[in-house]
Nanobody, 125 residues
């Protein structure tokens, strides 16, 4: 079992930056594939980024490539999402997800067993 808590959301103008953090409970964080997903009102949850156990493999949605960067610090049980050049269409509730059975980062929400409560990101035009 792992519990996830996201922080760092907020209101930012288009073109601005935010860094989201997701801190996990437990002592085996380094064994979890971690992912970020987002959900805008009236839309399905969509993949944003995912990272492997040691951070050597990363995967991004096409819509965020070149603007967002996922990273992790296993000593701090934390995964980050650095978001630059934000656009109004990035507005959503951002969720952190974790799974210990995955061997590679996955873009499918159903592949992740554990989820945080989400942090709101709002980008104004």
């Amino acid at each position: 079992q792992v519990q996830l808590e996201e922080t760092g959301g907020g209101l930012v103008q288009a073109g601005g930056s935010l860094r989201l953090s997701c801190t996990a409970s437990g002592r085996t964080f380094s064994r979890y594939i971690m992912g970020w997903f987002r959900q805008a009102p009236g839309k399905e949850r969509e993949f944003v980024a995912a990272i492997s156990w040691a951070g050597g493999r990363k995967r991004y949605a096409d819509s965020v490539k070149g603007r967002f960067t996922i990273s992790r610090d296993n000593a701090k049980n934390t995964v980050y999402l650095q978001m630059n050049s934000l656009k109004p269409e990035d507005t959503a509730l951002y969720y952190c997800a974790a799974d210990a059975d995955l061997v590679v980062p996955s873009a499918y929400p159903d592949a992740y067993a554990y989820w945080g409560q989400g942090t709101q990101v709002t980008v104004s035009s």
